[in-house]
């Protein structure tokens, strides 16, 4: 059994900053690509960010400059660093690890999602 759990959403004035936190535990082997998405009110859910285990990445358009995704194998977590906060990046923010179990399978496991809301 697998769990994903995120933590570190909330409530944050336009220009401000927050620090997502993901934490992956469980009956894992290995953990390759992890990411974050967020889904808007009305909207289909979107990537954010990706991060290979060699910590490669990559970035939707809108977050570039703005966003870095950083990951610790040790403690199979990753984090999302959110800068300069607009109101656009209101979302419910899901965390995604894709791992290898310990009876074999590859499996993407997604967390509960992490409210933040940008709001003056």
């Known amino acids: 059994q697998v769990q994903v759990v995120e933590s570190g959403g909330g409530l944050v004035q336009p220009g401000g900053s927050l620090r997502l936190s993901c934490a992956a535990s469980?009956?894992?082997?290995?953990?390759?690509?992890m990411g974050w998405y967020r889904q808007a009110p009305g909207k289909q859910r979107e990537l954010v960010a990706k991060?290979?285990?060699?910590?490669?990445?990559n970035y939707a358009d809108s977050v570039k400059g703005r966003f870095t995704i950083s990951r610790d194998n040790a403690k199979n977590t990753v984090y999302l660093q959110m800068n300069t906060l607009k109101a656009e990046d209101t979302a419910v923010y899901y965390c995604?690890?894709?791992?290898?179990?310990?009876?074999?399978?590859?499996?993407?496991?997604w967390g509960q999602g992490t409210q933040v809301t940008v709001s003056s």
């Open positions: 995604n690890v894709y791992m290898k179990t310990t009876i074999g399978t590859l499996i993407d496991s």
């Open positions: 469980g009956s894992i082997v290995n953990i390759y690509d």
């Open positions: 991060i290979t285990r060699g910590s490669s990445t």
